[in-house]
């Protein structure tokens, strides 16, 4: 399911566009595919670079939604609802991009409180010097 969520991540269909992607062998892919398991440094990637969640990754639990570019049409690869349902009406739509822009805003959030942790330790330890 991991390998699944990083080709929806990044818009790949298949394995070998994957492993072309990241420059590896389509048989490390596969081998990923059959342990269901990812190196960190690519699970990382696919984080920074497409902007997921590394929990959503890694919970085969939470659902993938994947939206076909700028059309009204957002299909589920995972759970229950049926893939290529479309969107009934423009306030579902609304919902929808409401929702994806308090996950941004919840990411930068993350990232700020990070960024804020890290310079409150570079600050002590820059004490040590002066």
Not at 22 to 38: E, H, L, P, T, Y
Not at 51 to 69: A, N, Q
Not at 103 to 126: P, R, S, T
């Given at each position: 399911?991991?390998v699944?969520?990083?080709?929806?991540?990044?818009?790949?269909?298949?394995?070998?566009?994957?492993?072309?992607y990241?420059?590896?062998?389509?048989?490390?892919?596969?081998?990923?595919?059959r342990?269901?398991?990812?190196?960190e440094?690519?699970?990382?990637?696919?984080?920074?670079?497409?902007?997921?969640?590394?929990?959503?990754?890694?919970?085969e639990?939470?659902?993938t939604f994947?939206?076909?570019?700028?059309?009204?049409?957002i299909?589920?690869?995972?759970?229950?609802?049926?893939?290529?349902s479309?969107?009934?009406?423009?306030?579902?739509?609304?919902?929808?991009e409401?929702?994806?822009?308090?996950?941004?805003?919840?990411?930068?959030?993350?990232?700020?409180?990070?960024?804020k942790?890290?310079?409150?330790?570079?600050?002590?330890?820059?004490?040590?010097?002066?």
């Amino acid at each position: 399911m991991i390998v699944k969520k990083i080709k929806v991540s990044y818009n790949i269909d298949t394995n070998s566009q994957l492993a072309d992607y990241f420059q590896i062998s389509a048989a490390a892919i596969d081998s990923w595919k059959r342990q269901n398991k990812v190196p960190e440094k690519y699970l990382f990637k696919c984080v920074n670079e497409t902007g997921v969640s590394l929990d959503w990754l890694m919970d085969e639990d939470k659902p993938t939604f994947h939206i076909s570019g700028g059309s009204k049409n957002i299909s589920q690869v995972n759970g229950s609802v049926n893939q290529g349902s479309d969107i009934k009406t423009e306030d579902e739509l609304d919902l929808f991009e409401e929702f994806k822009k308090m996950e941004n805003l919840a990411k930068m959030a993350n990232k700020v409180d990070f960024l804020k942790d890290e310079l409150a330790k570079i600050k002590e330890k820059l004490k040590q010097y002066i």
